[in-house]
T-cell receptor, first 114, second 112 residues
Framework: DVKVTQSSRYLVKRTGEKVFLECVQD?????MFWYRQDPGLGLRLIYF???????EKGDIPEGYSVSREKKERFSLILESASTNQTSMYLC?????????????FGAGSRLTVL | QKEVEQNSGPLSVPEGAIASLNCTYS??????FFWYRQYSGKSPELIMS????GDKEDGRFTAQLNKASQYVSLLIRDSQPSDSATYLC????????????FGQGTTLQVKP
């Protein structure tokens, strides 16, 4: 089974702190994604990556950056955390290619910014 | 604007009944569709994917796709209390992008 591991399940940070959310997948998937999930707003795509060192903005990239230095690892960075970034963050990966875009999600990281 | 619409519910059905979950999408050229289940406090997990018009069955679950009407549905037969969860409809942005747009989800409650 594909496994997507997010390093932290729960984080509490202060406004202005730099926050790193780490995600690792173990099935050699090409594609990796960061979503955030908020009540009433559903899942929204922040950033995604099709390959190492490659990244593309999703629907809500403001206030976030990402890093993919290795194929299996995709990090989400909040340069200066703000209270409106309190949310559930979900990492996902997919094999990529036609008909191979089923997403597998990690367990999620619930971030609270005070 | 690409959109995926679902009724947020809650949809309440008695145990053993058929639950019908519906989803509409705005991009006519979409080709790949997915249903995910999300239990409270957990991450989404794939139930079914469907790519062609018609029905696709997997156990108690049937996905139905009608591209002309831009409509995809999920039927759950013999609903069980363990099916109580939020069901997310997702549509891949056309062009084999790998990017999925999610609906807000429908909360299903199966009452014993």
């Amino acid at each position: 089974d594909v496994k997507v591991t997010q390093s932290s399940r729960y984080l509490v940070k202060r406004t202005g702190e730099k926050v790193f959310l780490e995600c690792v997948q173990d099935m050699d998937h090409e594609n990796m994604f960061w979503y955030r999930q908020d009540p009433g707003l559903g899942l929204r795509l922040i950033y995604f990556s099709y390959d190492v060192k490659m990244k593309e903005k999703g629907d809500i990239p403001e206030g976030y950056s990402v890093s993919r230095e290795k194929k299996e690892r995709f990090s989400l960075i909040l340069e200066s955390a703000s209270t409106n970034q309190t949310s559930m963050y979900l990492c996902a990966s997919s094999k990529g290619g036609s008909g191979a875009n089923v997403l597998t999600f990690g367990a999620g990281s619930r971030l609270t910014v005070l | 604007q690409k959109e995926v619409e679902q009724n947020s519910g809650p949809l309440s059905v008695p145990e053993g009944a058929i639950a019908s979950l519906n989803c509409t999408y705005s991009d006519r050229v979409s080709q790949s569709f997915f249903w995910y289940r999300q239990y409270s406090g957990k991450s989404p997990e794939l139930i079914m994917s469907i790519y062609s018009n018609g029905d696709k069955e997997d156990g108690r679950f049937t996905a139905q796709l009608n591209k002309a009407s831009q409509y995809v549905s999920l039927l759950i037969r013999d609903s069980q209390p363990s099916d109580s969860a939020t069901y997310l409809c997702a549509v891949e942005i056309p062009g084999n992008t790998g990017k999925l747009i999610f609906g807000q989800g429908t909360t299903l409650q199966v009452k014993p």
